[in-house]
């Protein structure tokens, strides 16, 4: 049981390139999320997707878009990086019950992807 | 919208040190609450939570309890560790809703 997992662990682009960072999990969770996180600014929620087929927008989007290709795996896509965009990125995954509190609705994180966009 | 406040960092202690972490919150509804930590290199982990008001939540050493009436979460553990050294972020999800708002973290740096 490995978890969530993403690929790359690290990333160099330059300015204007494109790629897509993948996340996967195998526990049979609905929900998925990417955060970028910022040195002093916390963990801000990118997109999300409370089940397969559906995806929203979270704190700070621009500039990204996001698949959930199937309940295992969502990726994260920038078009056309830009500096702004350097960041680690970790994906999370969660089974919440809708309108309900329980213990299903920790969230678990991979270990990150630190991207670097010169 | 919602919002969560922890004290700023770093926050520097001797080993065997008593700890706590400042949370206060701000949110439309009635959220669960959790400290999550971050060790070098690693991803988020939940360290505890807690669902409703009064409930304490434990794990490792560490506690917290909510407290609806000064809308906080303070993290504490009576006796640090080397170990213990890491980001600790607190964080809160509406009722219903399973997105978290984060704070911006605090670091922990424990010396021998």
């Known amino acids: 049981n490995a978890g969530v997992t993403q690929t790359p662990k690290f990333q160099v682009l330059k300015t204007g390139q494109s790629m897509t960072l993948q996340c996967a999990q195998d526990?049979?969770?609905?929900?998925m999320y990417w955060y970028r996180q910022d040195p002093g600014m916390g963990l801000r929620l990118i997109y999300y997707?409370?089940?397969?087929?559906?995806?929203d927008k979270g704190e700070v989007p621009n500039g990204y878009n996001v698949s959930r290709l199937n309940k295992r795996e969502f990726s994260l896509r920038l078009e056309s990086a830009a500096p702004s965009q350097t960041s680690v990125y970790f994906c999370?995954?969660?089974?919440?019950?809708?309108?309900?509190?329980?213990?299903?609705?920790?969230?678990?994180f991979g270990p990150g992807t630190r991207l670097t966009v010169l | 919208g919602d919002s969560v406040t922890q004290m700023e960092g770093p926050v520097t202690l001797s080993e065997e040190a008593f700890l706590t972490i400042n949370c206060t919150y701000t949110?439309?509804?009635?959220?669960?609450l959790f400290w999550y930590v971050q060790y070098p290199g690693e991803g988020l982990q939940l360290l505890l939570k807690?669902?409703?008001?009064?409930d304490k939540g434990s794990n490792k050493g560490f506690e917290a309890t909510y407290r609806k009436e000064t809308t906080s979460f303070h993290l504490e553990k009576g006796s640090v560790q080397v170990s213990d050294s890491a980001v600790y972020f607190c964080?809160?999800?509406?009722?219903?809703?399973?997105?978290?708002?984060f704070g911006k973290g605090t670091m922990l740096l424990v010396s021998p």
């Open positions: 997707s409370a089940s397969e087929g559906t995806t």
């Open positions: 807690a669902t409703k008001a009064d």
């Open positions: 949110a439309t509804g009635y959220p669960s």
């Open positions: 964080a809160l999800s509406e009722r219903g809703y399973s997105t978290l708002t």
């Open positions: 526990m049979n969770h609905n929900s």
């Open positions: 999370a995954s969660n089974h919440p019950l809708a309108g309900g509190v329980d213990s299903t609705d920790t969230q678990y």
